[in-house]
């Protein structure tokens, strides 16, 4: 492939395919979605590539690490339709929605941090009125928060109040922390359910270190994705 690509020879389908681990299907496949330019055609119609066509196929392959298979779909697209102002804010969308992540793993990390040692749990549970007032908060901000699927405290089966095990008091004790760091509830309740399904804050801690370093491979990715696509520009003129 390097060789046809300096000798200026035209790609086959193949010949594209080959260098990536791709099948030809894919290669057509992408040119049929706008990905890469529209290939010339011989006179017997079957497809014809350049090294255009592989530098288009370099920087959307170096893309979808970063952005993800529709968002670098996208962007080629509109590469491919003259539209960069359009690629560019896909682009910056993606590097928005990157740092927003940044800052919610880096409010999760805060609230762990700054959670206080949990009490010894009352045997049976906690009733609403002493969390609430162990937390400074209102009974009603409690029940707010069952609403919405932060806390799910049990009812006792004498009284019909609601009882908080220990996990409630852990979820509430996080929740209250994440909305003093300015969180609202929607952003809190799929990190409350992050918790449940780690097992705990300590398992949590873990998935946290995995989750930085997910988004340092991302931001990785896109630095390289964004020099395949200046090469790719450059290439296109």
Not at 131 to 146: F, V
Not at 187 to 193: G, Y
Not at 213 to 236: C, H, I, N, Q
């Amino acid at each position: 492939m390097g060789q046809n690509l300096q000798t200026g020879e035209r790609l086959r389908p193949v010949d594209l395919a080959r260098g990536h681990g791709l099948s030809t299907q894919a290669v057509r496949n992408y040119e049929e979605a706008g990905i890469l330019p529209t290939a010339g055609r011989t006179l017997h119609g079957y497809r014809t590539y350049t090294s255009l066509h592989a530098g288009a196929l370099r920087a959307f392959l170096a893309l979808v690490p970063g952005h993800g298979h529709r968002t670098a779909t996208s962007i080629m697209r509109a590469v491919n339709q003259g539209s960069d102002d359009e690629a560019c804010r896909l682009i910056d969308e993606s590097h928005a929605q990157l740092l927003d992540d940044r800052r919610t793993l880096q409010a999760v990390e805060s609230a762990l941090r700054d959670l206080e040692p949990p009490t010894a749990a009352e045997p049976g549970g906690t009733f609403i009125g002493p969390l609430a007032q162990d937390l400074g908060i209102r009974p009603a901000t409690l029940r707010k928060w069952e609403r919405v699927g932060l806390v799910s405290p049990r009812r006792d089966p004498r009284t019909g109040y609601r009882l908080y095990d220990e996990a409630d008091v852990r979820d509430a004790r996080l929740a209250h922390q994440l909305r003093r760091g300015g969180y609202l509830l929607e952003q809190i309740a799929p990190l409350i359910a992050q918790v449940r399904s780690a097992g705990g804050l300590q398992p949590l801690e873990a998935a946290l270190c995995d989750w930085r370093g997910r988004l340092s491979a991302r931001a990785r990715a896109m630095l390289t994705g964004a020099a395949e696509l200046e090469a790719y520009l450059r290439k296109r003129g």
